[in-house]
């Protein structure tokens, strides 16, 4: 039913029944209806489409309103967008924590390094306190570049 419909409108907006023409992005047709806010569906496929340059508050707001309830990755799948492009739009309105920020304590992060410097295996020390290999190598990294500056200026 969807199909016909769209192709029926597709037949009408070839003969000119007042549309502006820009191509689809997905099925590459020229075929597009434009409405008042600029959003442009595509006759042919379907597609929803922003142009580029105009950016509305109104997508900005929407982009909020759904970040804040399914997180910035799925709003920028639900909106076709970049999810840098959401996540610079909703800064601060997600419901799930930033986890670059996880582990501020640099007591932690210490404790952290000596272990995995002390038993040689960055495997076991993630395991035993519960975070990733990877930021266990990053804090042993940064310790030992620590040591290596009080050790010249001493």
Known sequence: ??????????????????????????????????????????????????????????????????VEKFGVTETAKLMELPTSTIGLWTKGHSKKEFRGTMYQDEDFKREVAEYAIQHHNNYKTAKVYGVSRGSVQNWVKEYKETLDKVGSIV
């Open 1 to 66: 039913m969807l199909y016909t419909s769209l192709k029926a409108l597709y037949q009408k907006s070839k003969t000119g029944w007042g549309c502006n023409m820009v191509r689809c992005v997905r099925c590459k047709s020229g075929v597009l209806n434009t409405s008042f806010d600029g959003e442009a569906v595509c006759m042919m496929c379907g597609h929803v489409t922003y142009p580029k340059l105009e950016v509305n508050s109104r997508r900005k707001q929407r982009a909020i309103q759904l």
